[in-house]
Nanobody, 126 residues
């Protein structure tokens, strides 16, 4: 099972940017090629929602409607790290952000992902 460690969260004013990182270990690239990795977020009292995801080794990405055009998810093979570049942040982006990996498909369902990180907090002030 892959281990995931997120970093890069913090506090920022509306309109600002942050880049989240998710370092993956305990796997081989060949084992996880074509498997989905992605970012979810959960605000207090809300359901966890998918933000963006991609299939490792394939240039196909998926984004939630609320972040399209502002967020970019990408994977660095050499670093075994998934990134989430967040631009034009809004107060409604405030949430705990989680990295997820090892899903056969890039779905919205948490149960499809076998591995999860511990989360990193993002707070956007107006």
């Amino acid at each position: 099972q892959v281990q995931l460690v997120e970093s890069g969260g913090g506090s920022v004013q509306a309109g600002g940017s942050l880049r989240l990182s998710c370092a993956a270990s305990g796997y081989t690239y060949s084992r996880y090629t074509r498997r989905c990795m992605g970012w979810f977020r959960q605000a207090p009292g809300m359901k966890r929602e998918r933000v963006g995801s991609l299939k490792v080794g394939i240039a196909i990405t998926y984004y939630g409607d609320s972040v399209k055009g502002r967020f970019t998810v990408f994977y660095d093979n050499a670093k075994n790290t998934l990134f989430l570049q967040m631009n034009s942040l809004k107060p409604e982006d405030t949430a705990m952000y989680y990295c997820a990996a090892d899903s056969p498909i890039c779905s919205d369902y948490e149960a499809d992902y076998a591995s999860w990180g511990q989360g990193t907090q993002v707070t956007v002030s107006s």
